[in-house]
Nanobody, 116 residues
């Protein structure tokens, strides 16, 4: 079965950096686009970034463009989110996401808190 396990969250000061990682299993990882989605306290889900399977084209929300970088390692079935110049408004639970067929799969999420 599909499993997505995020790691790398934590508490960081404004202007700092974090690198999130998502370990995937249960599907042919290299064939699927992968995404990061976040949910800030009291708000709805916000798409952050995604990366195509194989070709590696990347897409970013305007709110993170130029600060975040998504990447993938198909040999290790992992997708990453490098987050630089973090702002308090980046505080959220970050989820790894894949759509396989007609089903959506999410990890358990990792908390990112940006605060001084």
């Amino acid at each position: 079965q599909v499993q997505l396990v995020e790691s790398g969250g934590g508490l960081v000061q404004p202007g700092g950096s974090l690198r999130l990682s998502c370990a995937a299993s249960g599907f042919t990882f290299s064939s699927y686009s992968m995404a990061w989605v976040r949910q800030a306290p009291g708000k709805g889900l916000e798409w952050v970034s995604d990366i195509d399977g194989g070709g590696g084209r990347t897409y970013y929300a305007d709110s993170v463009k130029g600060r975040f970088t998504i990447s993938r390692d198909d040999a290790k079935n992992r997708v990453f989110l490098q987050m630089n110049s973090l702002k308090p408004e980046d505080t959220a639970v970050y989820y790894c996401y894949v759509r396989k067929g007609t089903r959506d799969y999410w990890g358990q999420g990792t908390q990112v808190t940006v605060s001084s």
